[in-house]
């Protein structure tokens, strides 16, 4: 833990592979990449239906599924593309170097056109990429914080900071990986169950 007069400094401009590392932290490339291991095991689970009920299946019975598949996962990498761009469109390396400051009672952002000052309290959590902490003032608004903006033995301070800090929120099963998984899980058997039923389950 930092003493009270205790100081983390930092700063570096802001770019592309930092939001992007932060976009597959938090979880849609991870979505993204489950819809695609969908595709593969939808098919082959309405395959199996298929022969288990006798019927002998066709291409055609698949095509639906595997259309809107494959349309749902496009939609889902643009939506992450084109969210990684918005959020650096348009601004200069000036716009986008960022000053750090983390000590005891929270933590100081400041560029060009922002200065935000918040203490650890209002912290909703905080999580840790490869290349960059990620501070979430709210549950679903982050703040990325490149690793690089600090000097390398400053990067095992911040971590400790945080960690003391920062009152992780306790897990659910709902709101665990975990019990997403599952959820995703049921819900995509019962839309292909659906679907089977749809294209005419044999008689």
Do not use: C, N
Request: glycine content about 8%.
């Amino acid at each position: 833990m930092l003493d009270a007069t205790d100081t983390i400094t930092g700063h570096a401009v802001l770019g592309q592979s930092d939001v992007d590392g932060a976009l597959k932290k938090t979880g849609l490339s991870r979505m993204t990449r489950f819809y695609t291991v969908m595709l593969v095991v939808g098919p082959l689970f309405l395959y199996f239906t298929h022969r288990a009920a006798g019927h002998q299946p066709q291409l055609s019975d698949f095509a639906p599924a595997l259309g809107y598949g494959v349309l749902f996962v496009g939609v889902l990498y643009v939506a992450q593309r084109a969210a990684a761009r918005k959020h650096l469109e348009g601004k200069s390396a000036r716009d986008l170097t960022m000053h750090y400051e983390l000590d005891a009672g929270g933590y100081t952002i400041r560029s060009p056109s922002t200065d935000v000052r918040s203490t650890w309290q209002s912290v909703h959590h905080f999580d840790e990429a490869e290349a960059a902490f990620l501070i979430f003032p709210s549950a679903t608004i982050q703040v990325v914080v490149p690793k690089r903006a600090f000097a390398e033995a400053d990067v095992p301070r911040v971590r400790a900071l945080l960690q003391a800090s920062v009152k992780q929120p306790k897990k659910t099963f709902l709101r665990g990986s975990a019990g997403r998984v599952i959820l995703l899980w049921l819900a995509l058997v019962l839309m292909f169950v659906v679907i089977y039923h749809t294209l005419g389950a044999p008689r």
